[in-house]
């Protein structure tokens, strides 16, 4: 395969976490008296970190204690309610399978909080996945590349036989900024012109267009 390691973003690439991400707005929001958020206004909203959700999920001009507090019983919720209806993606489990029968090392970049990913990579992929990296303090969030960096000198991979796939704008940048090639999956949270407005280096609009890109 043409490639040594394999660095994949999460929500809206490996596993669709859609519902359960809204679902737990929603709580957090309802526990203020504020309104819910549309599962397409979570679909725009993710990809940033979950501050950054919920800072845009609650009504304009809330105050910063308040947003907090909304953070809190978010992260509350989520952390006990994070694999109610998140599953991976069709396809996506073959694709691991087959990395690691050629012995490619893997990894997870993301910017949800670090003890959910690892939670619903553990759960739904065991050992295909070497490496998860979440948010986590003293590494910066992305789309600055310290996450990839990060993950590679887990690895002992360099980032020239490395490539990372993903699924928003920050996913492309993020790579762009890491210097390495990205992959962009049309399935998850952003449209194809998106993603090569952002830089996507290559589109896989099926997982068997990403198996071949691998390959």
Not at 63 to 80: G, R
Not at 170 to 189: E, L, Q, R, S
Request: net charge negative; proline share 3%; charged share 25%.
């Amino acid at each position: 395969m043409k490639y040594d390691a394999v660095i994949f973003d999460l929500d809206g690439t490996l596993t669709d976490t859609l519902a359960d991400l809204k679902n737990s707005v929603n709580f957090a929001l309802n526990h203020f008296g504020f309104p819910e958020r549309t599962t397409e206004e979570i679909r725009n909203f993710v990809g940033n970190g979950v501050r950054r959700l919920i800072y845009l999920s609650v009504p304009e001009n809330t105050s910063e204690e308040v947003s907090e507090s909304c953070l809190s019983a978010f992260k509350e919720h989520y952390a006990a309610n994070s694999l109610v209806e998140t599953k991976p993606y069709d396809g996506i489990i073959d694709v691991l399978k087959t990395l690691k029968k050629h012995e490619i090392k893997t990894a997870v970049v993301t910017n949800k909080m670090h003890s959910a990913a690892v939670d619903i990579v553990g759960y739904f992929f065991g050992d295909l996945i070497d490496v998860t990296v979440g948010q986590i303090d003293g590494i910066a969030q992305k789309p600055q590349p310290d996450g990839i960096y990060k993950v590679l000198e887990m690895l002992g991979v360099s980032k020239e036989k490395s490539v990372y796939v993903g699924d928003s704008e920050v996913d492309c940048i993020t790579a762009k900024n890491a210097g390495v090639p990205c992959i962009g999956v049309t399935w998850g949270f952003r449209s194809k012109d998106v993603l090569l407005e952002n830089g996507a280096d290559f589109i896989a609009e099926t997982v068997e267009e990403l198996n071949n890109l691998l390959a």
